[in-house]
């Protein structure tokens, strides 16, 4: 019986090794996928609150905003991936392609590669409610689920080995 608890002790080590290993070789893949939803999310016009929390809308732009975006757009200097009327953060598409995956063993996180500036545009943006870089709970779900269906691999793997 010892020998038993002992050999299942060490499978679960096995296992455990294994799920950290699969894990840290897919998490910059996984953040990258997880980017693309939340620079897709942004540009179709939605934010996120706080972590975990529901898409909404972005407010609605004023309309000297807009005005100033018609006249930029007839300049060529507004991102294809927008137009005057939409308030998607993407007036010059900087700020979502200077969107960056960092992954460590603690997870992965968003951020904002520099210049400072990009913190400045942030919280401008929250303070205009137009809160973007939180994940919501719809994608955190999906997350898990890709993280799940990792895990579950490695165990039917190594259960198909054993």
């Known amino acids: ?27 910059p893949k996984i953040g990258e996928d997880l980017k693309e939803q939340v620079v897709e999310r942004i540009q179709d016009g939605y934010g996120v609150s706080k972590d975990g929390g529901k898409k909404a809308k972005f407010n609605k732009l004023k309309d ?4 100033s975006r018609e006249y930029k757009k007839k300049k060529g200097k ?19 392609e200077d969107m960056v995956v960092k992954t460590s063993k603690k997870g992965l996180e968003l951020t904002l590669k520099p ?11 929250v303070q205009k409610g137009r809160i973007a870089y939180n994940i919501s709970g719809e994608e955190l779900k999906e997350l898990n689920n890709t993280i799940q269906d990792l895990a579950d691999k490695v165990v039917k793997d190594i259960l198909k080995n054993s």
């Open 78 to 96: 507004l991102s294809d991936n927008t137009s005057p009327e939409i308030s998607n953060q993407t007036e010059t598409g900087r700020m979502v």
């Open 115 to 125: 210049p400072k500036d990009r913190e400045e545009v942030a919280e401008h943006n």
């Open 1 to 27: 019986m010892a020998k038993d608890i002992k050999s299942l002790v060490s499978d679960l080590k096995l296992l455990q090794k294994k799920l950290e290993t699969v894990i840290a070789r897919e998490l």
């Open 64 to 67: 000297s905003t807009i005005k």
